[in-house]
């Protein structure tokens, strides 16, 4: 893993933590390399999306985690890339922010680790995952059901 430092301060994200700029690490992989940024003061990650699935070789558990991730924001941080509300996910216990925009991820120190220790097969949580659908659900479309009902009873 080697250190750059491509862009000018101005153009790089700030940590959504601690508001420092971050550094690019290119992180070598299988085919062309991406480029992560990191926090020096929290030593958080950013990755856009898709990075996740690369970087933990595991399509699975970063689509888990990134795909339907609903429209409500349960975290308190804004999206460091596009200034969008972001979501908490959870795997395991693992909370990751995940941006409702632009589907990149947020992972705080120790994170990834956490993260690449998840046994391969991890399949998640479904209930919990069927319990926010739902809860999308009821929020958004309850009220059209309801209303769509009431007209076929009339
Ligand atoms: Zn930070
Ligand atoms: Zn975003």
Redesign the pocket.
């Known amino acids: 893993m080697a250190l750059f430092d491509k862009k000018s301060p101005e153009r790089r994200i700030d940590c959504p933590r601690c508001f420092c700029k971050t550094t690019e690490e290119e992180v070598e992989v299988w085919g062309p390399n991406i480029t992560i940024d990191r926090c020096p003061e929290c030593g958080g990650v950013w990755l856009d999306k898709g990075e996740l699935a690369i970087l933990l070789k595991n399509k699975k558990l970063s689509d888990y985690l990134t795909k339907e991730i609903g429209t409500q924001s349960k975290s308190e941080l804004v999206?460091?890339?596009?200034?969008?509300l972001?979501d908490i996910e959870t795997a395991e216990g693992i909370e990751v922010d995940v941006?409702?925009?632009?589907?990149?991820v947020w992972l705080d120190f120790g994170e990834m680790e956490a993260l690449e220790r998840l046994p391969k097969d991890f399949r998640g949580d479904e209930l919990a995952k069927a319990e926010e659908r739902w809860e999308e659900l009821s929020r958004k479309e309850r009220r059209s059901v309801l209303s769509g009902l009431f007209r076929k009873l009339r």
Do not use: A, Q, S, V
């Not at 999206?79 to 969008?84: H, N």
């Not at 941006?99 to 990149?104: A, D, I, K, P």
């Open positions: 999206c460091p890339k596009c200034g969008g972001m941006c409702l925009t632009c589907n990149g």
